[in-house]
C-alpha cells in the first residue's frame, strides 16, 4: 500500500512533534527526490531532526519519479514538490497521496488519487485515540509552524 507525500504534511507534522502520526497510520511513506530538497534535512530547522531519524530508520523512503513528462507537465500549475508528489503517486499507484495545499490537492483528485492532509491525518490519529486532543496540535500548527487552515474548515473539524 504505497503512500506518496508531499513537504507539507511532512515538515508541519515534524515541526509540531507529531511526524510519529504518519508512521503509526501509513508505516512508510515515499517522497520524490523534490520534496527530499524542499524539506531541506541537511539544513538545522524545525523538525528538521525527526525527518532525518525518519529517513534514516527507513520509514521514509526517497523514491525516483520515472515519469518526468508527467512531472514537467503538472509544474506549468504546481510547485516541484507537489508535481513530483503527485506523478510519484499515479506511477505507484498510491493508496494515499497526502498533500495540504488546495490546486494540488485538486490536480490530484481531478487524476483520481485518494487524496488526505494533516487535517485527516489528525482526525484519524484523534478517532484512534494516538492523540487526546485536536485543539492542542491545531494550535501548535498555526502558531509553530504557520500552518493556514480556513476558518470554516477549522468550525467544521473542531467541536
Known sequence: ?????NTSPILNLAIVDQLDLLHQQFREILIPNAVLDELKTDEERPGSQAIREA???GWIHI???NNEPLAQLLRQ?????EAEAIALAIELNADWTLLDEREGRKVAKSLGLKVTGILGVLLRAKQADEIESLQPVIDDLINKAGFRIAPELLAQILP
Not at 500500500?1 to 507525500?5: A, D, T, Y
Open 1 to 5: 500500500m504505497p503512500v506518496v507525500s
Open 55 to 57: 529517513i534514516a530508520s
Open 63 to 65: 523514491q525516483k519519479v
Open 77 to 81: 500549475t504546481l510547485d516541484r514538490g
